[in-house]
């Protein structure tokens, strides 16, 4: 078998609210294979951002072990994570987080950029900027790369954030509530462009989402509660 | 990458960015100004007191002058490497009278130079208004010189006078426009005599020889001359003194000329016109016979050293003429020997490569082995050498004292624009949380994220700096200008030449000083910049994220 793309090991995550601890993850152990679409559902505060946040390598569990591609993590210094995070990790979130002082084009190479020093920049501009161009008409955005994001409908900014998430090709793509902000026709619009990237090139990713019904386009679903995830 | 697009990207999309640049920019103007004018006093100081004493001074206690100036003026030209010349020279006291004006008198400090070798010892020669500039300047310009200064002179008041009519007639004018008006016709009128004094100079010399040839004929006859004594009387107003007693008066002193509003110079007395000195001699002579010497003498030239103070109550006369008028002269004695002349001090001019007042101190002390050397102990005793510094302490730290107070409280002040930036940065930082999180999603470090403010606080503090020095430099500039404009409008002067002794206001912009200011402007800048663009490194992307 080959070696999972992400594999999680008793992850534990608690907040302290005040006096109290909340418990949010109490073990959580999953795998996902490469290529594959796992959708995990779970309801509004049972901890599916942590979890996702965890993966990805924002956060850090309070126990337990994140593997990605083989990779331990948790022995990993901030530098390395940084680079993990930015060469195989890419985010999609629920407020799109596109930056309003940027264009779409140069939002969509901001991952690219923090690749790149300043120095090797002008030798690998116009190759990412064509990268860059492609995903975008991909998505339908051929007319809109020198937009601003205020400038965009939802739907749109979603797609301009997916193409960003994509931009360095990473290997996983963690997609947090990525419908959550919009109406059910641009929701589904969203989910058809992240099935395309998984059946066309094989996209290994992870959504979370409270909505069962769209959970069912992924290949997988894992359902969160108590802070355990199950089968079903 | 993406440091630089996003600092670029904020600075053009942050109108708050501007603020800060602003009052970088603010700090930067009042610091440069403060500094510089506190700098271009200090230097006209320097320059003033230099110019009036050259680097060091030979002098004794009190007054009771220095003998065989010459011979140690020789000496230490020549045992000194690096002196390049020594001049003798003799302050004294007087009262200054313009004949025919009974009601003008002035108290005047006479200073008794020897041309053209006090151009030697001093940037004399750069303040005349006849000579200016001539590398060797004397008590007797040609007539010619001095006439075609006077004609322009008379000129620029007859323009002035226009001016201010502006076509109307005297009587229609407001009351302070006929005083101005009438004190600019006197002023013609004063200068068109002193050049006519000129122009005749020769026909009423051979006149007042003839007329006093014939006074002397009466006299012997023992006949009585009213008539011919009143036109002799008459006439010496009206003749060019005989040398040594020419004048040159400083510029600016009262009654002597004075400024429109427009900053005009008018000389009322000018080349060719006369004064009366009257000298209380400060020679050999008991406290008990203080009798003045009076000597009338004609007015050849003007000189500005700049320093208000000094030039509103300074005449220079040869040095013979005073050494004359103050009893300094060689006296015979009883027993037939001659007490030697005398003067006030001696100024010495130094190299210019030991211009700098520590190297002026080495030469002061080899000038004091000569001069020990040269008098007998008991003389030398009582001869104190000093450096021009040392000649004007009080004033010029005082004044230093004052430019580091200025420094100090613009320094302060200055802390506002640090604040200014830090605060706006906590605001940017603030705004931007969320991106700082999308940022470190993306895989940007905590130092890379720094980066961005830390660029932002420098450029912020570049361009504030730049404009503020740029705005700065322009006001300093004009200044004068400025605070004329200031006059006229408002009608009230910051800068009094009275309290400052310079007629202007110091407007040197030094470079080594706008580049401090200005380097010290974006290290505040980055410095403000610092704490908040720390707290955007620190920050938790998850924390980040969640922002609202």
Known sequence: MSKPAIQTHELHKSYRLGKTTLQVLRGVSFRVAAGEFVAIVGASGSGKSTLLHLVGLLDRPDKGRVVLDGVKTDKLSAGRRNRLRCEDVGFVFQFYHLLGELKVMENVLLPAQVDTSILAWPK?????????????????LGERLRHRPSELSGGERQRVAIARALMNQPKILLADEPTGNLDSKTGSQIMDVLKRFHTDAGQTIV??????????????????RDGQLTDA | MYKLLLCLRYLRRQRLAYLAAAGVALCVFMMLVAVSVMNGFLHKVEKAAKGLHGDIIIEPNGLRGLKFYDKLAERVVAEVDAVQHASPFILSYGILRVPGQDHYRQTVQIAGIRLPDRAKVSNFEQGLFVQRDWPEPTFSPPHKDMQKRAAEHRELVTAIIEREKAGRNFADLPADKQTLVDRLETARSFLLKGWANLENADTNAKLLAELEAQLAAADAEGRDSPYLEARIQELEMRTVEPWPNHVILGLGMEGMGFRTDQGETVRVLGPGNKVTLYVFPLGRHTLTDMSPNIQRFTIVDDCSTDVYSFDSQTVYVPFDALQRLNNMGPVPR???????????MVHVKVDEAFADWRAVRAVRDEVRRVVADFYEPAQAKNINVLTWREKQDKLVSSIESQRMLVM??????????????????????????????????????????????????????????IVGAIGGCLFIHNINA???????????????????????????????????VVGGAIVAAV????????RAARMEPVEALRYE
Not at chain 2, 432 to 440: A, E, P, Q, S, Y
Not at chain 2, 527 to 534: E, F, M, S, Y
Request: hydrophobic residues 55%.
């Open chain 1, 124 to 140: 690998r501009r116009t190759e990412r900027r064509a990268r860059a161009a492609e995903i975008l008409d991909g998505l339908g």
């Open chain 1, 207 to 224: 959504m979370v989402t409270h909505d069962v019904a769209l959970a069912e386009s992924a290949d997988r679903v894992l359902h969160l």
């Open chain 2, 334 to 344: 009883a027993d037939g020997t001659v007490a030697p002349a005398l003067c006030s």
């Open chain 2, 408 to 465: 100090i409280m613009f320094g302060i002040l200055s802390l506002v624009s640090v604040l200014l930036v830090f605060v706006i940065f906590y605001m940017v930082v603030a705004q931007k949380t969320r991106d700082i999180g999308v940022l470190k999603s993306l895989g940007a470090s905590g130092n890379g994220v720094a980066a961005i403010f830390l660029a932002f606080g420098a450029v912020i503090g570049l361009v504030g700096a």
């Open chain 2, 482 to 516: 400025v605070h004329d404009a200031l006059y006229n409008w408002l009608g009230f002067r910051v800068w009094s030449r009275e309290s400052f002794f310079f007629d202007r206001i110091p407007n040197e912009i030094d470079v080594s000083v706008v580049s401090l």
């Open chain 2, 527 to 534: 410095v403000g910049a610092l704490a908040p663009a720390i």
